[in-house]
């Protein structure tokens, strides 16, 4: 990971991603006592982990999105805290992640927001993401991109290799149950 603006920012960023997993499990868990095809846009599914994401799929956001979702935190966690692996977003719902980590860093008040931004901004490459949050920006925009080199950013691609990666490795949510690729 690149250098956070320091050690402080730092730690508040791998809480805030704690934070984000728990609760994501909990919405995992609050999915699950619901008829199936439940989501997180239904009127008694006051889940916290909806803050996070762009409100235009609201209505798509079901258990299955939930648990891929917690497989993509768990696995970023995990190359965040070893020093030689990439700490490079692996697809758009990680940039999503990554981006309300950051945003929930901005809270604190003691961190200078416009360093934040700037790391924020290094550490993806660009800010594509925010597209997502935009109303203004429609699915065409989402699926062609900013910039000739940007990724299909449409939901049914949040869980993708980004278009940069090798296509050699495999991410776990991109394959089928016996082990081959979707």
């Known amino acids: 990971m690149g250098n ?20 994501t499990r909990d919405a995992i868990s609050r999915l699950t ?19 996070m994401l762009p409100d235009r799929y609201l209505d798509r956001y079901d258990r299955q999105f939930c648990y891929r979702m917690l497989g993509s935190i768990l696995r970023l966690r995990g190359r965040l805290l070893d020093p030689n692996d990439d700490h490079m977003a692996h697809s758009v719902i990680e940039e999503i992640i ?12 003691d961190e200078d927001p416009d360093q934040l931004e700037a790391w924020l901004e290094e ?3 660009d ?6 949050y935009d109303p203004r920006c429609d699915e065409r925009l989402l699926k062609e ?5 940007s990724g ?3 939901f049914e691609h949040w869980f993708d290799q980004q278009y ?17 690729n979707r």
């Open 98 to 109: 990554i981006r309300s980590a950051i945003r929930d860093v901005e809270q604190d008040g």
């Open 33 to 51: 006592r619901k008829p199936r095809g439940w989501h997180l846009g239904q009127d008694d599914m006051d889940a916290p982990i909806a803050w």
């Open 164 to 180: 940069w990666m090798d296509p050699d490795q495999t991410d776990p949510d991109q394959t089928d149950e016996t082990g081959g």
């Open 145 to 149: 991109g900013l910039t000739p080199d």
């Open 4 to 23: 956070l603006t320091g050690n402080r920012a730092h730690r508040l960023f791998m809480e805030s991603l704690g934070c984000i997993e728990a609760e």
């Open 123 to 125: 550490w993806l490459g």
């Open 127 to 132: 800010l594509d993401v925010d597209m997502l």
């Open 152 to 154: 299909d950013m449409t």
